[in-house]
Each structure stands twice: as structure tokens, then as C-alpha cells.
């Protein structure tokens, strides 16, 4: 079936980085952006940026442009992100969720992988 | 402070109806399709409806969505303690800042 798997928990110190994967399976591939959204505790979804699987354009909101890079390996279908000089504020749930070319929607979640920064 | 505005917080009671809004602008709302998610706790989100107002298969016929303009509605009907989440709006836009926009979300409790 299609489904966004990740990668699990991670605890990391202040200043130092994380990377998180997102192995896509059940559909094509290139065929579908993936997204990467995070949920800070008491806080909403944040959008921080996505990849075109495809060949290989990224976009990142103004505010973690610098910290966040995402990338993918085609052949292993798998997406990663990686967030860099880490702060508490970075705790939080991070998802990665596809959207097909051309539309709106973000259709298939990946289950979710909590980061804690903490010293 | 989200480029969508929703009410943080609302309310009903079991069997009630809920309208949650989602107001944005030109550069998202107004020239992209508006999409709906539900967030139930300790969970994934969930897509509830995409281009305004289509519903996902499985996706019961109570919950239903509609754009004007720059914003956005999702109505919920028949409320039932289940339905107790965060839902959250969402579009692409057009600004520099970001290219994806989410609401800041609306905890919905069901009492």
C-alpha cells in the first residue's frame, strides 16, 4: 500500500544537527512532491520546505532558509531533512507528507519522528 | 503568527453543528485550492478535504468545505465526541516567504 515511513526518535544537543528520513513506498516515486511539517508542543503545523523528487528542486520558507536542507535518494525512494544548530525551540514532531504534482493536497503522512533538544 | 487566520479555539455540543474559518489572501486562498486537515491527538494529520470542497474517499459526507474569495470554511455536522481535534487549513502561496501555508489551527472540543 502507499505509505510514507520514518525514521525513529532522536535526542540531540544544542548547536548540533539532525537528519530524519522519510522512505516512500506504493507509488511512483518522482511522481509526487514530498513536504516536510513539523508540530512544536502547544503549537500548530509548520511548513519547512519541500522537494520535487523528481529532479530535485527544493523550496524552504524565509525563516529556516540556512538551517534546513532537504534531500532525496532516488534509489532508495527515501527523502531526508536536515535541520542544523539545533535550539529547544526545534523540539517538536516532524512529518514528511506527499502532494502530487499539479494539485493541493497533501495526501499521505508519514507517521511522525519527535526530536528533543535538550542539553 | 500563521499567513492563515483560524479562530484558535471553538466549541459544540454532540450532534451540533461547526463552521471553522480560514482567511488568508491573494497570494494563497485567493488563487489556489484551499485544502483541510484534522489532527487528532498524538497522531498524524489527516487530509479532510481538498479543492475547496472535495471530500478523500472515507471521508464521511459531514464534513464539507467551501471557498470565497479569500477564505475558507470547513463545516462539520453531526458532531460527535471523535471529531474532538486540531484542524488546520492550507494552501500554496505565492509570497517570498514560504510556498506552502498552513492556518495556526483550531482545537475543536466536542462537550
Known amino acids: 500500500q502507499v505509505q510514507l515511513v520514518q525514521s525513529g526518535a532522536e535526542v540531540k544537543k544544542p548547536g548540533a544537527s539532525v537528519k530524519v528520513s522519510c522512505k516512500a513506498s506504493?507509488?511512483?516515486?518522482?511522481?509526487?512532491?514530498i513536504h516536510w511539517v513539523r508540530r512544536a508542543p502547544g503549537q500548530g503545523l509548520e511548513w519547512m520546505g519541500l522537494?520535487?523528487?523528481?529532479?530535485?528542486?527544493?523550496s524552504y520558507p524565509q525563516n529556516l532558509q540556512g538551517r534546513v536542507t532537504v534531500t532525496r535518494d532516488t534509489s532508495t525512494s527515501t527523502v531526508y531533512m536536515e535541520l542544523s544548530s539545533l535550539t529547544s525551540e526545534d523540539t517538536a514532531v516532524y512529518y514528511c507528507?506527499?502532494?502530487?504534482?499539479?494539485?493541493?493536497?497533501?495526501?499521505?503522512w508519514g507517521q511522525g519522528t519527535m526530536v528533543t533538544v535538550s542539553s | 503568527q500563521s499567513v492563515l487566520t483560524q479562530p484558535p479555539s471553538m466549541s459544540a455540543a454532540p450532534g451540533q453543528k461547526v463552521t471553522i474559518s480560514c482567511s488568508g489572501s491573494?497570494?494563497?486562498?485567493?488563487?489556489?485550492?484551499v485544502s483541510w486537515y484534522q489532527q487528532l491527538p498524538g497522531t498524524a494529520p489527516k487530509l479532510l478535504i481538498y479543492?475547496?470542497?472535495k471530500r478523500p474517499s472515507g471521508i464521511p459526507d459531514r464534513f464539507s468545505g467551501s471557498r470565497s474569495g479569500t477564505s475558507a470554511t470547513l463545516g462539520i455536522t453531526g458532531l460527535h465526541t471523535g471529531d474532538e481535534a486540531d484542524y488546520y487549513c492550507?494552501?500554496?502561496?505565492?509570497?517570498?516567504?514560504?510556498?506552502?501555508?498552513f492556518g495556526g489551527g483550531t482545537k475543536l472540543t466536542v462537550l
Open positions: 491573494s497570494s494563497n486562498i485567493g488563487n489556489n485550492y
Open positions: 492550507g494552501t500554496w502561496d505565492s509570497s517570498l516567504s514560504a510556498f506552502w501555508v
Open positions: 479543492e475547496n470542497n
Open positions: 506504493g507509488y511512483t516515486f518522482t511522481s509526487y512532491y
Open positions: 522537494i520535487n523528487p523528481s529532479g530535485g528542486p527544493t
Open positions: 507528507a506527499r502532494t502530487q504534482l499539479g494539485t493541493t493536497l497533501m495526501d499521505i
